[in-house]
């Protein structure tokens, strides 16, 4: 006998008291064993339910002394179609819907005579009579009522029909139907109500009594067609109330089946009767003397007898006051009886998430770990193991078997060595391996039949692998195979019936193809296929599952990159999926197709998962990728600062080209530096695959050509000269001959040279550092434009000293989105001229204030009367290397990347007897905008306070741009 964890839902089988309720009364139903989860696929056919029946055999006397019982198993599958089988033989198949009525020991001979209710609702003569309706009643349930222990007097059926009448037909001569008449009848009639001789009305569930007849249930009460709880309806012919029924929520909460929802005899009192009666009395071995009868009521089970107490046979199910509560975990149990004592006491067995537990019975031979301890009371449970997910015990050596971690352990008398594991009394679990391991690992275990008495049963278990292996006194152990080889996937088992060890066993191999194991008497076992019935698999079995090989489509993308595209297949028990690019060193799963970025020979693989570690074959690809890469930031547009621009791509791939487009024209391919007109310029640039496609661009707003500036050159002053006075002379008198005197000379003057005038020097002008004051290019406080509207170009003049501004000034952005992360970039230059002369050197710098918004909207009060900014050092400027225009070449730039604050940022500087001529200074401007602006004020009843942190706001932002050039260093 065997029991499965409630902690495995799909485990959980209810093994039914009578051969159905709506067949046969209390015929002991069976467990059903194998995997956990649920079936797959339409390959197999699960079974969903296995009974036992024994067929009519009168011969008690040979049926003892031989064993020799027929047992009868009838197989339901999932798809409602029935089987019924004498071990390997099939001999009735029913198809889906369709119910047959047995009588509780039905003739195998006779069993095509038997009436079956159609999957159309019609109840028919009998097998052999497919088509020939009994009557035109449409029926949704009938149930089989046993009229006597004495199996030929005749049965009795009962139908609920569609239209809410209870009918009856059969054996009725003795008022058996509930008809109000006593006559046999061959066609329904209806069943009365006591109390009117009417049909009676409004019964929703007919459920067998215990002993004879049926229990008639509605929504309120319950009645009597036979004899059972001490009453009787026969000599009235009609249904007798049953006053002390249970109360019960409702009908369908209500069923009678034996203790532990197994059938037990007792063997020692049906040869007491044996041997003492010739011919033997009704109390014959096949009426299941013994039997605890179990009512249940909602999620109570209530015995007919105390379960702590021997009884002398089911004569002993009288009155209805005599039931007696079972505790929860009892009802559920599995219940065996003492094989070794006339007082029929039992032994439970308890499998509950995974706890397994047993308990005590009055009588000597107990298990054996409680030996040493006074007789107990029934109540008495103890506790074996835990995260136990099957057991079975066997009763004729006192031996309970269970399952934890796929490991088998064994506990108890262990008579005969039949644990597996020697001859030793097991007072505690023991692990059961095999003398070579052969059950180290198992999945399933079962109990086939020992044939007689004497003659042990034989253990089997079915481990990991699929073997079949048995044994009935370990370790020694012998492999069971089929004519075919296959792996073994689970036992389907129909429990004892009676103390006689009577078990009928069936095996299923992973090719769904069910065995009858039979056990001979001498020991010898045959695996004996069961044909004629289609792949089945046990209840909740999984088939392995076997993944497919996934399979993959390659295609191209615009940046040259292969892209896989995997298909794992449609199997719905797949857990992962994962691909690899290194050859399987490591593994990521997939979820969109992949997208090779690594260039050259790409060892591509992957696979599919599942529960259990099954892994699908592995799809493997050697892909060669080259793929177009350009480093993040380019295209780049570069100033030549001379009315040129250069681009850089930042890729090398020979399947790319660079266009370029200057003001919305049309697209050129670029081949080298590009000469602008003067002016300024929107200048777009592009990189393409060879099939056009954009991959990558960059734009920006480029000045053409500055014109030199004409420097008028100083005059060098002209002296005049001075010039040399002429001197008349002085005339020579006429002196009158005189008496010959001396004549004194006279002396030639001296003429005093003219000094040459000096010229005085022209002043060097002093420049004055003249501020821009306001924005440029305007003094006006409202100056500025949205960002991209125009270019501004200015000066600063000082004599021949002076800058000249191009470009797009940032002094004023407009904000049209609170989008996170923009960011705005200008290109621009200034042109420094000093032809001075002087050599003083020269310092050119820039200061900006916070960028401080037009009023806008202050959401506390919907008004537009908030002012907000964004500091200065959200303005950053990227300085390049100067360019020399006219004059001594010369590095005046100063170079780097610098974020704006409070003080001015210098952008060039010239040492003495430097930056004399004309020089370019490039810079790039980029304004972050950030995603929180400082409250600077807001108006009345305003939530907003000054210096607060907000939210970007939408508007328009101003700054003061200062531009400096100052003599000197």
Not at 362 to 391: H, Q, Y
Not at 440 to 458: C, H, L, M, R, Y
Not at 833 to 859: C, H, M, Q
């Amino acid at each position: 006998m065997t029991t499965r964890s409630t902690q495995e839902s799909t485990k959980k089988h209810k093994r039914w008291g009578a051969l159905a309720l709506s067949l046969v009364l209390l015929v002991p139903g069976l467990f059903i064993s194998g995997e956990t989860t649920k079936v797959e696929g339409a390959a197999y056919n699960e079974i969903v339910k296995v009974e036992n029946f024994s067929s009519n055999n009168t011969n008690y006397e040979a049926a003892y002394n031989t064993n020799i019982v027929s047992f009868y198993n009838k197989i339901t599958l999932r798809d409602g179609s029935t089987y019924y089988l004498d071990g390997d033989f099939i001999f009735l198949k029913m198809p889906p819907g369709a119910t047959a009525l047995f009588p509780p020991y039905p003739s195998r001979t006779e069993i095509d005579s038997y009436p079956f209710v159609g999957a159309d609702g019609y109840i028919y003569k009998s097998t052999k009579y497919p088509t020939t309706k009994i009557s035109e009643i449409k029926v949704k349930t009938a149930v089989v009522g046993a009229n006597s222990s004495n199996l030929q007097s005749g049965t009795s059926y009962f139908a609920l029909g569609e239209d809410g009448m209870t009918w009856a037909w059969g054996t009725g001569s003795g008022g058996q139907l509930g008809s109000g008449e006593k006559l046999d009848r061959a066609i329904p009639i209806e069943v009365v109500d006591p109390a009117t001789g009417d049909p009676i009305l409004g019964v929703k569930k007919i459920i067998p009594a215990p002993e004879k007849g049926v229990v008639l249930l509605t929504s309120n009460k319950a009645y009597l067609v036979g004899s059972s709880f001490g009453l009787s309806s026969l000599d009235s012919a009609k249904p007798v109330a049953i006053d002390n029924f249970p109360a019960y929520s409702d009908p369908m909460n209500v069923d009678v089946s034996y203790l532990g929802n197994t059938s037990e005899a007792g063997a020692n009192y049906a040869k007491q009767y044996i041997a003492n009666s010739n011919p033997p009395v009704k109390y014959g071995w096949y009426e299941g003397n013994f039997r605890r009868y179990v009512l249940k009521v909602d999620d109570k089970s209530y015995t007919f007898s105390s379960i702590d107490t021997a009884i002398a046979n089911d004569k002993q199910i009288t009155a209805l006051s005599g039931l007696t509560a079972l505790p929860l975990d009892k009802s559920k149990a599995k219940f065996y009886p003492n094989k070794n004592t006339e007082l029929n006491t039992y032994t439970g067995l308890y499998l509950d998430n995974g706890v397994l537990s047993t308990w005590d019975t009055l009588g000597t031979n107990i298990p054996v770990w409680n030996a040493s301890a006074n007789a107990k009371t029934f109540a008495t449970k103890v506790e074996i193991a835990t995260g136990v997910t099957k057991a079975m015990f066997s009763s004729k050596e006192n031996t309970y078997w269970f399952i934890k971690d796929d490991k088998l352990y064994a506990v108890g008398a262990n008579n005969k060595g039949i644990s597996g594991t020697g001859s030793a009394v097991l007072t505690t679990p023991s692990r059961i391996r095999g003398s070579s391991d052969q059950v180290a690992e198992v999945k399933d275990i079962a109990i086939a039949d020992g044939g007689t008495i004497s003659n042990q049963p034989s253990i089997l278990a079915i481990n990991t692998n699929g073997q079949l292996y048995s044994w009935t006194n370990g370790p020694s152990m012998t492999e069971q195979k089929s004519s075919f080889g296959d792996k073994f996937i689970g036992f389907v088992e129909v429990p004892t019936v009676g103390t006689l060890g009577r078990y009928s066993t069936y095996v299923i191999d992973d090719k769904g193809r069910m065995f009858w194991i039979n056990h001979q008497l001498s020991g010898v076992m045959y695996l004996v296929q069961v044909a004629g019935i289609p792949a089945v698999a046990p209840t909740g079995y999984v088939a392995p599952v076997v993944l497919e090989k996934p399979t993959s489509t390659v295609t191209t993308n615009k940046l040259n990159q292969q892209v896989v595209k995997v298909d794992f297949g449609s199997e719905t028990a797949i857990t992962t999926r994962e691909f690899s690019v290194d050859g399987g060193t490591t593994w990521s799963p997939y979820t969109t197709p992949v997208t090779l970025e690594t260039a050259g020979t790409v060892l591509f693989k992957a696979r599919s998962g599942a529960n259990g570690g099954v892994l699908s074959p592995l799809l493997e690809m050697e892909l060669l990728n080259d793929p177009i890469t350009i480093t993040p930031g380019y295209p780049k547009i570069i100033d030549q600062a001379d009315g040129t621009f250069s681009v850089e791509s930042g890729t090398l791939h020979p399947g790319v080209k660079i266009e370029v487009r200057i003001d919305n024209g049309t697209w050129s391919t670029y081949t080298g530096p590009v000469t602008l007109n003067t002016g300024s310029h929107n200048i777009d640039v592009r990189i393409v695959n060879a099939s056009g496609e954009e991959l990558a661009d960059a734009s920006a707003t480029l000045n053409g050509p500055t014109p030199l500036p004409t420097v008028a050159p100083t005059p060098t002053p002209t002296v005049a000269p001075t010039p040399v006075p002429t001197v008349e002379p002085t005339p020579v008198p006429t002196v009158e001959p005189t008496p010959v005197p001396t004549v004194e000379p006279t002396p030639t003057p001296t003429v005093a040279p003219t000094p040459t005038p000096t010229v005085a020097p022209t002043p060097t002008p002093t420049v004055t550092p003249t501020p821009s004051a306001t924005p440029q290019p305007t003094l006006d406080p409202s100056w500025g434009s949205p960002i991209g509207s125009e270019d501004v170009t200015f000066t600063v003049l000082s004599g021949a000293f002076s800058s000249h501004f191009s470009g797009l000034l940032l002094d004023t952005v407009t904000i049209s989105t609170t989008n996170q992360y923009q960011v705005i970039n200008s290109v621009t230059n200034s042109v420094i001229e000093d032809s001075r002369g002087t050599g003083a050197g020269w310092n050119y710098s820039l200061k900006i204030t916070d960028f401080v918004s037009d009023p806008v909207v202050d959401n506390s009060k919907g008004t537009s009367d908030l002012v907000v900014k964004m500091p200065a050092s959200s303005l950053s400027v990227d300085i390049t290397d100067s360019k020399t225009l006219a004059g001594q070449e010369a590095s005046l730039s100063q170079n780097g990347k610098y974020v704006f604050n409070a003080e001015p940022v210098v952008i060039a500087k010239a040492g003495e007897f430097e930056g004399m001529g004309q020089y370019q200074i490039p810079m790039s401007y980029m304004l972050s905008v950030p995603d929180k602006v400082e409250v600077v004020s807001a108006g009345a009843n305003s939530t907003y306070q000054a210096g607060a942190k907000t939210g970007l706001r939408v508007g328009t932002y101003r700054s003061q741009f200062t531009f400096t050039l100052a003599s000197g260093i």
